[in-house]
């Protein structure tokens, strides 16, 4: 039975994303994301983070995975090994040949898989397919690759297309890009190298049988930018939506589609509205609200934030919005005063008094009126700007 490892390397001082293995993205350090990948996967003996940096202990001691201090002359922000690579020189890193060799030198395993926390999309799915593939096609080396299929050039010179005729993108050969989300070694062969230091032989990168094993363009995505690192945070955030890629779509009885709150709430005839001073304060009371505003026909916005949105609207009976849905998210509302009636693109209607709660999930048709016999104040809650999508009745 083969032993298989797998290492996560952190490493501080980064410059592009000035400390970017401490960055909380979508509320978890990177590395978070690719040890649990690496733990559900079920591909590894062992599961290692390596660090010189002490800080990153304590991702290993929370994520249940064991912790390897290398020293900083090894492979660390003071390296100073030698192979064909490079001569580092007492230099910050950038070889991973010389902490992998480091790594080898002190953990027996008879094939390593490295991870990079920088590739927190990565599944373990793919990881396991990988591993199934390091070992199976008896490989010396294997990475990950992401297989693109467009028009491809090397300077000016075609490299998958010809410019004679055009050619649907679906029918060019991919080319395929080096993603190191994920890259795997025969230890034997990766340490014979390594200590053999030629540099007209391969290796020890790139050793013996070389393979190449396909990924998503979502896994491949990698954090060295802070476009990429904006990417990566924006497709974290959005997986727990992903039922509703391509659901909704544009049709015939759409009028009109507004996100402006102030607008769009004015046009269902609200008179007052109030501005930036009313809301995001720490501590906010609706009936001292109620006494400012005045009257029954006004929006005071609670909360106004990055990600959400919660306004007190008061309306007086027979008043109401247009018939609409939202797609990108759910919404909800807490009936302070009066009645309001929902009335839903099925025929239901939801009939809600003071403290009821209403909860519509998104793509649901409704129409709110205030149905008395008083002035009613609802409490609505959404996302931030949430897209209304106005349709006939």
Same mark, same amino acid.
């Given at each position: 039975?083969?032993?298989?490892?797998?290492?996560?390397?952190?490493?501080?001082?980064?410059?592009?994303?000035?400390?970017?293995?401490? +960055?909380?993205?979508?509320?978890?350090?990177?590395?978070?994301?690719?040890?649990?990948?690496?733990?559900?996967?079920?591909?590894?003996?062992?599961?290692?983070?390596? =660090?010189?940096?002490?800080?990153?202990?304590?991702?290993?001691?929370?994520? !249940?995975?064991?912790?390897?201090?290398? &020293?900083?002359?090894?492979?660390?922000?003071?390296?100073?090994?030698?192979?064909?690579?490079?001569?580092?020189? @007492?230099?910050?890193?950038?070889?991973?040949?010389?902490?992998?060799?480091?790594?080898?030198?002190?953990?027996?395993?008879?094939?390593?898989?490295?991870?990079?926390?920088?590739?927190?999309?990565?599944?373990?799915?793919?990881?396991?397919?990988?591993?199934?593939?390091?070992?199976?096609?008896?490989?010396?080396?294997?990475?990950?690759?992401?297989?693109?299929?467009?028009?491809?050039?090397?300077?000016?010179?075609?490299?998958?297309?010809?410019?004679?005729?055009?050619?649907?993108?679906?029918?060019?050969?991919?080319?395929?890009?080096?993603?190191?989300?994920?890259?795997?070694?025969?230890?034997?062969?990766?340490?014979?190298?390594?200590?053999?230091?030629?540099?007209?032989?391969?290796?020890?990168?790139?050793?013996?049988?070389?393979?190449?094993?396909?990924?998503?363009?979502?896994?491949?995505?990698?954090?060295?930018?802070?476009?990429?690192?904006?990417?990566?945070?924006?497709?974290?955030?959005?997986?727990?939506?992903?039922?509703?890629?391509?659901?909704?779509?544009?049709?015939?009885?759409?009028?009109?589609? %507004?996100?402006?709150?102030?607008?769009?709430?004015?046009?269902? !005839?609200?008179?007052?509205?109030?501005?930036?001073?009313?809301?995001?304060?720490?501590?906010?009371?609706?009936?001292?609200?109620?006494?400012?505003?005045?009257?029954?026909?006004?929006?005071?916005?609670?909360?106004?934030? %990055?990600?959400?949105?919660?306004?007190?609207? =008061?309306? =007086?009976?027979?008043?109401?919005?247009?018939?609409?849905?939202?797609?990108?998210?759910?919404?909800?509302? +807490?009936? +302070?005063? !009066?009645?309001?009636?929902?009335?839903? @693109? %099925? !025929?239901?209607?939801?009939?809600?008094? &003071?403290?009821?709660?209403?909860?519509?999930?998104?793509?649901?048709?409704?129409?709110?009126?205030?149905?008395?016999?008083?002035?009613?104040?609802?409490?609505?809650?959404?996302?931030?700007?949430?897209?209304?999508?106005?349709?006939? &009745?």
């Amino acid at each position: 039975m083969n032993k298989v490892t797998a290492v996560i390397p952190l490493l501080l001082g980064s410059t592009r994303i000035p400390d970017k293995n401490l +960055i909380l993205v979508n509320g978890y350090p990177m590395a978070f994301y690719v040890a649990a990948a690496c733990k559900a996967s079920g591909a590894f003996d062992e599961i290692y983070i390596n =660090s010189e940096n002490q800080v990153f202990e304590e991702y290993a001691r929370q994520l !249940g995975v064991k912790f390897y201090k290398r &020293p900083a002359e090894r492979g660390g922000s003071r390296c100073k090994m030698v192979n064909k690579s490079r001569d580092c020189g @007492g230099a910050r890193c950038q070889v991973h040949d010389h902490f992998l060799m480091d790594f080898i030198e002190a953990v027996p395993t008879e094939y390593l898989v490295q991870v990079h926390a920088t590739s927190p999309l990565i599944k373990p799915d793919t990881i396991r397919s990988f591993v199934e593939s390091l070992l199976g096609g008896r490989h010396d080396s294997l990475f990950t690759v992401e297989e693109i299929h467009c028009e491809t050039l090397i300077g000016d010179k075609p490299l998958n297309f010809d410019l004679a005729k055009k050619t649907m993108t679906q029918d060019l050969p991919p080319v395929r890009k080096l993603a190191w989300a994920v890259s795997g070694w025969k230890v034997e062969s990766f340490g014979a190298s390594y200590q053999l230091n030629d540099p007209a032989t391969p290796g020890p990168t790139f050793v013996g049988r070389v393979g190449f094993h396909p990924i998503s363009q979502i896994e491949a995505l990698d954090a060295d930018t802070l476009d990429e690192l904006f990417i990566i945070e924006a497709c974290l955030n959005h997986e727990k939506r992903r039922e509703n890629l391509g659901k909704f779509r544009f049709h015939d009885k759409v009028v009109e589609i %507004d996100h402006r709150l102030m607008h769009l709430i004015m046009r269902d !005839g609200v008179r007052k509205f109030e501005g930036e001073s009313g809301f995001n304060q720490p501590h906010m009371k609706p009936m001292e609200i109620k006494a400012k505003m005045s009257g029954t026909s006004w929006c005071h916005p609670l909360v106004y934030t %990055d990600n959400d949105q919660c306004c007190l609207i =008061s309306q =007086s009976p027979g008043e109401g919005c247009r018939t609409h849905y939202h797609v990108t998210k759910d919404e909800w509302w +807490i009936v +302070i005063e !009066g009645t309001f009636e929902w009335r839903l @693109g %099925d !025929g239901r209607i939801i009939t809600a008094n &003071p403290g009821e709660v209403v909860f519509l999930k998104k793509g649901t048709v409704h129409t709110i009126v205030c149905v008395g016999p008083s002035p009613g104040i609802r409490l609505a809650c959404g996302a931030r700007d949430m897209e209304h999508i106005y349709v006939k &009745p």
